[in-house]
């Protein structure tokens, strides 16, 4: 019993992703050790799957430690929440100062804020990393998002570089920064996916009730638009989604209830750019468009009560400019999305202290995750060419491309209006967008108001400084004549 450990890693639970990332990281010459919490699991994907691979079973928590070199390095797989913690404690009696457990699953950055100091305390490594992709991605190359202790980094820096994700030659895989930032970012990914996801749908919806497509003419227009700069992921799997059509001839896409899913990772976004105060309203939307989409039974009703305009095929009268408009459209929309995301990881970097790297969240996202595109080619060079770039829409890049798209987006929203289809991802990127491009907004009578109901007071424009209104300084005006003489100071409305 005197001979050494010959594990690399070592991986607790073998759902669908644990077992793909084992195999993956196998594959890539490692020796994996692998646990799972009902043990014929183990014994089952040692015979099948795992079968002349680099892959050693463990049944037991204290069997996985000891099969493991030094220092020790563990990726968790497991549900997120209370069965992180569970395994966590069962693995601590058998650790030693500097091993590495790492989070691989999806679980919410103040959780692993928590697990980072609470382990820091015990001189274990803890690592929270994102993981996207999805089954093929674990299997072939997910996009990795590690953060957390980086004293573990020099030693999981191979292992994860070799089984992520490549574009043009480099993984998509880097140190993200301290404590809960590999989750955070792997949350705002998730929020950035459901913004371009309700975006094509949007697209779809247009092209549908106001042009009248059929779903193979969608598929079409996609697979042109996969082509070009909206070549991704997304789009690719639209266009093929389209494509499928039932035994009956119908499209299956036609036949699902509209109502959407959710698991919350959307939500834990846009609650995080309200608890930041950062406008990062399409994504916001896109989370309120799904919940607008679960109240069927009310639309059904809505749809015979409230009147509105019914879609015309008619005011169409080029197609080809017709679609152009829309892709521009999606574009910018997407660039704003992208923005926005970007402004909430600047502002948090600030918030929670974290030094994070940008360039690499770009290229992490780049390849191997859900929301894998071209365009993210474009973002990493962005913060390459400038890592501390103030706004992705002040990279020259961008502005050009925005300015470019507008007409079409505009025309898309404005036609989208006036027949009556809710576009609510295109038009909150556009109010945004005239919102961010105006140097002066009504906020002015905001204030106004705020001062006359209820003394908030304000700040005057720096040329009306005077004795009256020292500039910088709050003042308060008697607006209605019997006014008090003393402003809101103690509380906030
Ligand atoms: C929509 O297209 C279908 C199939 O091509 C056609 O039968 C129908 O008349 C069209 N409707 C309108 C309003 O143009
Ligand atoms: C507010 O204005 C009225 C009318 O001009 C005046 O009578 C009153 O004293 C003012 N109140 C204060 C607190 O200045
Ligand atoms: C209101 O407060 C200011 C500053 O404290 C004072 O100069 C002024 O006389 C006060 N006005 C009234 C009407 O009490
Ligand atoms: C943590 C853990 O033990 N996970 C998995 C073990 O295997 C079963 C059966 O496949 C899974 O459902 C568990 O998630």
């Known amino acids: 019993m005197s001979t050494q450990p010959q594990g690399d890693i070592g991986l607790i639970g073998l759902a669908v992703m644990g077992q793909n990332l084992v195999l993956n990281a196998a594959d890539h010459g490692f020796t994996v050790v692998a646990y799972n919490r009902t043990v014929s699991k183990v014994d089952d994907f040692l015979a099948n799957e795992a079968k002349g691979k680099s892959i050693i079973g463990a049944h037991s928590i204290e069997e996985l430690v000891k099969n493991l070199k030094r220092p020790r390095r563990i990726i968790l797989l497991v549900k997120a929440g209370k069965p992180v913690d569970l395994f966590i404690d069962q693995l601590l009696p058998y650790l030693e100062k500097d091993d590495i457990i790492i989070d691989g699953g999806n679980s919410h950055y103040p959780d692993t804020n928590r697990r980072y100091e609470e382990l820091k305390a015990k001189g274990i490594n803890f690592v929270g990393s994102g993981v996207s992709g999805g089954e093929d991605g674990a299997?072939?190359?997910?996009?990795?998002?590690?953060?957390?202790?980086?004293?573990?980094?020099?030693?999981?820096?191979?292992?994860?570089?070799?089984?992520?994700?490549?574009?043009?030659?480099?993984?998509?895989?880097?140190?993200?920064?301290?404590?809960?930032?590999?989750?955070?970012?792997?949350?705002?990914?998730?929020?950035?996916?459901y913004g371009d996801m309700q975006l094509i749908c949007e697209a779809y919806d247009i092209m549908k009730r106001v042009g009248n497509f059929s779903d193979s003419e969608i598929a079409e227009v996609f697979e042109k638009w996969n082509t070009g700069v909206l070549d991704s992921f997304l789009i690719e799997i639209t266009r093929d989604i389209l494509k499928k059509n039932d035994d009956d001839g119908i499209p299956i896409v036609e036949?699902?209830?509209?109502?959407?899913?959710?698991?919350?990772?959307?939500?834990?976004?846009?609650?995080?750019?309200?608890?930041?105060?950062?406008?990062?309203?399409?994504?916001?939307?896109?989370?309120?468009?799904?919940?607008?989409?679960?109240?069927?039974?009310?639309?059904?009703?809505?749809?015979?009560?409230?009147?509105?305009?019914?879609?015309?095929?008619?005011?169409?009268?080029?197609?080809?400019?017709?679609?152009?408009?829309?892709?521009?459209?999606?574009?910018?929309?997407?660039?704003?999305?992208?923005?926005?995301?970007?402004?909430?990881?600047?502002?948090?970097?600030?918030?929670?202290?974290?030094?994070?790297?940008?360039?690499?969240?770009?290229?992490?996202?780049?390849?191997?995750?859900?929301?894998?595109?071209?365009?993210?080619?474009e973002i990493t060079k962005a913060y390459r060419e400038e890592p501390e770039l103030e706004n992705l829409l002040f990279n020259?890049?961008?502005?050009?491309?925005?300015?470019?798209?507008?007409?079409?987006?505009?025309?898309?929203?404005?036609?989208?209006?006036?027949?009556g289809i809710p576009t609510p991802a295109f038009s909150t990127a556009l109010a945004f967008y005239d919102g961010y491009r105006s140097e002066r907004l009504p906020a002015n009578l905001l204030q106004a108001q705020r001062d006359y109901?209820?003394?908030?007071?304000?700040?005057?424009?720096?040329?009306?400084?005077?004795?009256?209104?020292?500039?910088?300084?709050?003042?308060?005006?008697?607006?209605?004549?019997?006014?008090?003489?003393?402003?809101?100071s103690t509380y906030q409305a």
Request: aromatic share 10%; with cysteine; glycine share 12%.
């Open 139 to 193: 299997r072939y190359g997910p996009s990795l998002m590690p953060g957390g202790a980086e004293e573990a980094w020099p030693h999981i820096k191979e292992i994860f570089q070799s089984i992520s994700a490549k574009s043009e030659g480099e993984p998509c895989c880097d140190w993200v920064g301290p404590a809960g930032a590999g989750h955070y970012v792997k949350m705002v990914h998730n929020g950035i996916e």
């Open 255 to 377: 036949k699902i209830l509209d109502t959407a899913g959710q698991k919350g990772t959307g939500k834990w976004t846009a609650m995080n750019a309200l608890d930041l105060g950062m406008p990062v309203t399409l994504i916001g939307e896109a989370v309120f468009g799904r919940a607008l989409s679960a109240l069927k039974s009310e639309r059904t009703r809505a749809s015979t009560i409230l009147g509105g305009p019914k879609a015309d095929a008619s005011v169409i009268s080029d197609k080809k400019k017709f679609v152009d408009d829309l892709e521009q459209a999606l574009y910018a929309s997407k660039i704003i999305s992208y923005a926005q995301g970007f402004m909430l990881i600047r502002e948090a970097g600030k918030t929670y202290g974290w030094k994070l790297n940008n360039p690499a969240i770009a290229l992490m996202w780049r390849g191997g995750c859900i929301i894998r595109s071209v365009f993210l080619g």
């Open 396 to 419: 020259q890049f961008f502005s050009e491309a925005i300015t470019k798209a507008q007409a079409g987006w505009r025309s898309t929203v404005a036609l989208a209006v006036t027949q």
């Open 453 to 488: 109901f209820g003394a908030h007071t304000f700040k005057v424009l720096p040329k009306y400084a005077s004795e009256k209104y020292p500039e910088g300084q709050d003042v308060h005006v008697n607006w209605t004549g019997h006014g008090g003489n003393v402003s809101a």
